[in-house]
């Protein structure tokens, strides 16, 4: 399905008028192109962001390629959460689809979705595994499930700027937890950067070369699973040392704890999702306000992902 609406597909998807969303498109509400015929296109991320920022609702959010919208809401965010746990254990995607985009559209960001209720839901399946409760088969599941809805919140975004500043990361070889580097990759979308996840398992020469040929403002690693300390210590130190003067190290995973780090430079450490948010978001601003000590200064080559 196409990732941009006529105001016709809008309005029926709202239950409102084609006027009424055209009015919106005019009066500058709603961000536009206009096709070679001269008629109204209206991306995805944009009418999100329209709708979230008015507070409407999409009455019927097939229309645009969403999951339908469940007709009871759990009562309250515990129990959303409670029921994303318990649909990723049964792997039921459309459930999980259904409570994610619900959370999105009414006032979650996509950082808290990411620590609140999907590494969560995790942790949950993890400890059930531990005790012998769970089986593999749930715990594998559950990833491929977090991937399709991560893609999706993507979708959701509005669409990015030609002019933000780079941001690229990954997990260094030996670690093949995918999901938080790509949950650092949305976060980082959604707070303006031009993100791009380089996925899992990376040696530390091409993550070099990578650094090279993209020239990022930020670097992040998701650390959850290193094999050997020494040697993980010794080829980020490697590569802290080649481009941290120019890039913006950002570390965080379960693996890094205190006598890990403090053998580490970086620029920042992040406990999860939010903090990642929060630090990007002072870092972008800062890099507006033209802060010649700003951590993102400088250029902004564009990154295709
Ligand atoms: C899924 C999973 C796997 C999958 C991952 C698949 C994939 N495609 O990603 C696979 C199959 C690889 C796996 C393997 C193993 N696993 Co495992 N796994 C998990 C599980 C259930 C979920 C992990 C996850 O992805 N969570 C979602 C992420 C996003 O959440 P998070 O890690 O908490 O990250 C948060 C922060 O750390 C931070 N963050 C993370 N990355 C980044 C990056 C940046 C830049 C920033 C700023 C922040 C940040 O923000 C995140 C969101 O809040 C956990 C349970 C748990 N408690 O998490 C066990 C768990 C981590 N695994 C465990 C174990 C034991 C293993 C194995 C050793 C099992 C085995 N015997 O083979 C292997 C090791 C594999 C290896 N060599 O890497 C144990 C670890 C116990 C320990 N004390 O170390 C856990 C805790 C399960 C348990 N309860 O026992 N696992």
């Known amino acids: 399905m196409s990732d941009s609406f006529s105001p016709k597909q809008i309005a029926r998807a709202l239950e409102v008028s084609e006027s009424s969303v055209k009015r919106w498109c005019d009066r500058g509400l709603i961000e536009f192109q206009k096709t070679a015929g001269g008629h109204r296109r209206v991306l995805l991320g944009e009418l999100v962001r329209f709708l979230k920022d008015q507070r409407k609702s999409i009455v019927r959010p097939q229309l645009l390629g969403l999951p339908a919208v469940r007709e009871a809401q759990p009562a309250s965010y515990t129990r959303s959460a409670e029921l994303f746990t318990e649909s990723l254990i049964a792997g ?32 949950v399946i993890g400890e059930r595994w531990e005790c012998g ?14 991937l399709v ?10 669409p990015a700027a030609a002019e933000r500043p780079v941001a690229i990361g990954a997990t260094v070889e030996g670690d093949y937890y995918g999901l938080g580097t790509s ?9 303006g950067w031009n993100a ?3 996925g899992s398992n990376l040696p530390y020469e091409t993550l070099a070369s990578a650094i090279r040929q993209h020239r990022p403002r930020l670097f992040w690693l998701s650390c959850s699973h290193l094999p050997n300390r020494e040697q993980f210590l010794a080829n980020y130190a490697m590569l802290h040392e080649e481009f941290g003067l120019d890039v913006a190290f950002v570390v965080g995973g379960r693996e890094l704890d205190d006598s890990l780090r403090r053998q580490m430079q970086y620029a920042a450490y992040c406990d999860n999702m939010q903090h990642l948010e929060a630090f990007a978001r002072t870092a972008l601003s800062l890099s507006r306000t033209g802060n010649s000590d700003s951590l993102v200064a400088g250029g902004s080559p564009q990154i295709s992902s």
């Open 183 to 191: 949950m650092a990759e949305l976060v980082l979308l959604d707070s």
């Open 196 to 198: 791009a996840s380089l």
């Open 133 to 146: 409760d769970g089986e593999v088969f749930q715990e594998r599941r559950g990833c491929e499930i977090v």
């Open 149 to 158: 809805v991560l893609h999706e919140l993507r979708r959701l975004l509005p």
């Open 92 to 123: 039921d995607l459309d459930l999980c689809r259904q409570i994610i985009l619900d959370l999105f559209l009414s006032e979650f960001s996509v950082s808290k979705i990411c620590d609140e209720f999907i590494a969560s839901a995790m942790e």
